[in-house]
């Protein structure tokens, strides 16, 4: 195919999202160099975000483009070629997100600086999604958030907290200040652990370096089980080969009349692989699950006692953390290079494109119990 047809292509499937090339729209895109025709049509995902870090395309609401492309469904008109195909191929040929492999996204995603994420995020830290019910500000749709989830869990002074990845101890130290609970947080993350440390300190929060699967090992005795268990924005590292094993791990350290929450970014589709992208740049060996591969996990183990969707909130969350990056670029610049710039610039706006456009990614907060809450579950909204 020469270089004429790539750009026709391109141009006919973005006009199916009503973006034109060199428009006056502000999704419209702006283009620089026409090899961008030819690398978008065969590098699908990988193509579009890496020839947007090299400067070949530029938008001037990168959001809005995203939406756009989502809504209309373009992700799954393009396919990958077989490069890109074979980079991804591990995930069906091995299991990506094993013991060995576990603390690759903290080296790589967590560990890049905590002044970035002191800079982008709130000012307890939080890492996922906000609630924004009836708040304005991101700190207060943060606090709302953990108070949801303690709710959810209904707390209680005294009780055993399992915080299965913790990140900077959010959800622990508010939990316990507020509901005086004693909180265990694992992560994979040695930043997440010095820094948490730090912030938590004085309080009755533990912070250990650790894979999941090695919380209380079988062959670990005394069994010394939790009243609670959370897990924020964690599961998306399991991978499908392991989810089983996630929630067996919960339900060995989970008492008989516990709660586990789980909070999580899903697909509306199953899917066994990922963006190639954001494996490449942001979230290596990362997987969304889907709501069919949850429940295929958690049969015989947990009975789910609450499903709550609020997607949409994560478009807010993200905005506010690409607002929050951008106020402080001038500073963060000095550490980090000019193609990092672009390159979060665009993880932080194509994702909250991506969940606006809210036909492809999803934020769950899961309720399940071992047994079955014997008089029911009351849900918390």
């Not at 999202?17 to 729209?25: L, R």
């Not at 195909?85 to 591990?90: D, M, N, P, R, S």
């Not at 959810?152 to 509901?179: S, T």
């Not at 947990?302 to 994560?314: R, S, V």
Request: hydrophobic residues 40%; charged residues 25%.
């Amino acid at each position: 195919m020469d270089s004429r047809k790539y750009e026709s292509l391109v141009k006919n499937l973005l006009a199916l999202a009503g973006i034109e090339i060199n428009g006056s729209n502000p999704w419209d895109i702006k283009v620089h160099d026409k090899s961008f025709y030819k690398r978008a049509v065969t590098e699908a995902e990988l193509g579009l975000g890496e020839s947007y870090m090299d400067g070949w395309w530029d938008v001037e609401k990168l959001d809005e483009m995203i939406y756009r492309i989502v809504r209309a469904d373009l992700q799954n008109k393009v396919k990958r070629n077989y490069k890109t195909a074979l980079q991804l191929a591990g995930f069906w040929l091995i299991n990506m997100q094993a013991r060995r492999r576990a603390f690759i996204i903290g080296e790589r995603h967590y560990d890049l600086g905590n002044d970035l994420f002191q800079s982008m995020l709130d000012k307890r830290m939080n890492y996922s999604c906000a609630y924004w019910k009836n708040v304005k500000s991101l700190d207060e749709a943060q606090e709302n958030k953990l108070e949801l989830i303690c709710k959810k869990l209904y707390l209680q002074p005294g009780m055993r907290v399992l915080d299965i990845g913790c990140g900077w101890g959010a959800f622990g130290k508010y939990a316990a200040e507020n509901y005086r609970v004693e909180v265990v947080g694992i992560t994979i993350s040695k930043e997440q652990v010095l820094l948490g440390k730090e912030l938590c300190k004085g309080l009755p929060v533990e912070f250990r370096l650790q894979d999941y699967r090695e919380v209380n090992a079988p062959n670990e005795f005394p069994l010394k089980k939790f009243d609670r268990i959370i897990s924020v924005g964690m599961i998306e590292h399991v991978g499908y080969k392991n989810y089983r094993r996630y929630f067996e791990v919960a339900k060995r350290n989970l008492k008989d009349d516990g709660l586990f929450l789980l909070h999580t970014i899903g697909e509306v589709r199953s899917t066994k692989n990922t963006d190639a992208w954001t494996h490449k740049y942001i979230f290596p060996n990362g997987m969304l699950p889907s709501i069919a591969q949850l429940a295929k996990a958690v049969e015989g183990l947990f009975i789910i006692e609450d499903l709550h969707n609020f997607g949409a909130d994560y478009d807010k969350t993200l905005m506010a953390w690409f607002q929050n990056f951008e106020a402080s670029w001038y500073k963060l610049k000095k550490k980090y290079s000019s193609r990092f710039y672009k390159m979060w610039k665009y993880f932080l706006l194509s994702s909250a494109g991506a969940f606006r456009a809210r036909s492809k990614n999803q934020l769950w907060q899961i309720v399940l119990s071992p047994n079955g809450v014997l008089s029911g579950y009351n849900s918390v909204r």
